[in-house]
């Protein structure tokens, strides 16, 4: 039987999910595919300082898991960068935390600008 598959908690998705050369078309041959759980790990280990033990106790996930999904966003970056290829974030096996404080750590977007937001706001819904 399969081990039943665990969300990744992610706070918020990003406020933009395209990025790269502005004359570039958005084709499948020069897009970078990232998902949603890995921009979370690039967002929490890099922009807020989190370690990786740290951020996996804030997306609920093992370490280890961490590990591998934050080697695979961070090769999505260099090959966007370098070839100059869009980035495209969307996707992924996450659930957005509710923002309630249940769990959610000084990473959540959700405390630091002191608004809560509903799944359907953060969903453009």
Request: one cysteine or more; aromatic letters at 6%.
């Amino acid at each position: 039987m399969a081990r039943p598959m665990k969300w990744r908690k992610v706070c918020c998705l990003p406020e933009s999910n395209r990025f790269g050369p502005l004359d570039s078309p958005a084709d499948a041959e020069n897009h970078v595919n990232m998902t949603v759980d890995e921009y979370e790990t690039i967002r929490l280990i890099d922009l807020e300082g989190f370690t990786q033990e740290e951020c996996a106790k804030q997306m609920n996930i093992a370490r280890s898991t961490v590990q591998g999904i934050y080697i695979e966003a961070r090769k999505k970056l260099a090959e966007s960068l370098v070839n100059g290829k869009v980035l495209l974030i969307e996707g992924g096996e996450y659930r957005l935390c509710e923002g309630l404080g249940n769990g959610c750590g000084r990473g959540c977007h959700r405390h630091r600008h002191g608004r809560r937001f509903t799944v359907d706001e953060d969903r453009g819904g």
